[in-house]
């Protein structure tokens, strides 16, 4: 069974940081599109920042500059280091993987990590 498990959410103040972390297991990403995307209470699921296998990158306009996507393929792991955090970075965070080429969607989901900035 395929699983993505994210972890590092949590509370912090404005302009903290926060690492999170999206373990696979069940099978290897490192072929594939991985991403992180987020929701706010009220709002649409967003797209904050992807990485394909070969290590290109995208980012949201809102988040440029302050989050890093990364990933460990060793570990079958994917990053989200986010710097500078804003209260409007407040949400549920979800990890994605093996975005299909045709489609463009995500086969996998995790369950989401809860973010929160607030002083």
């Known amino acids: 069974q395929v699983q993505l498990v994210e972890s590092g959410g949590g509370l912090v103040q404005p302009g903290g940081s926060l690492r999170l972390s999206c373990a696979a297991s069940?099978?290897?990403?490192?072929?594939?599109?991985m991403a992180w995307f987020r929701q706010a209470p009220g709002k649409e699921r967003d797209l904050v920042a992807s990485?394909?296998?070969?290590?290109?990158?995208y980012y949201a306009d809102s988040v440029k500059g302050r989050f890093t996507i990364s990933r460990d393929n060793t570990k079958n792991t994917v990053y989200l280091q986010m710097d500078s955090l804003k209260p409007e970075d407040t949400a549920v965070y979800y990890c994605?993987?093996?975005?299909?080429?045709?489609?463009?969607?995500?086969?996998?989901w995790g369950q989401g990590t809860q973010v929160t900035v607030s002083s």
């Open positions: 994605a993987g093996d975005r299909s080429p045709l489609t463009l969607r995500y086969n996998y």
């Open positions: 069940g099978r290897t990403f490192s072929s594939s599109t």
């Open positions: 990485l394909s296998s070969g290590g290109s990158s």
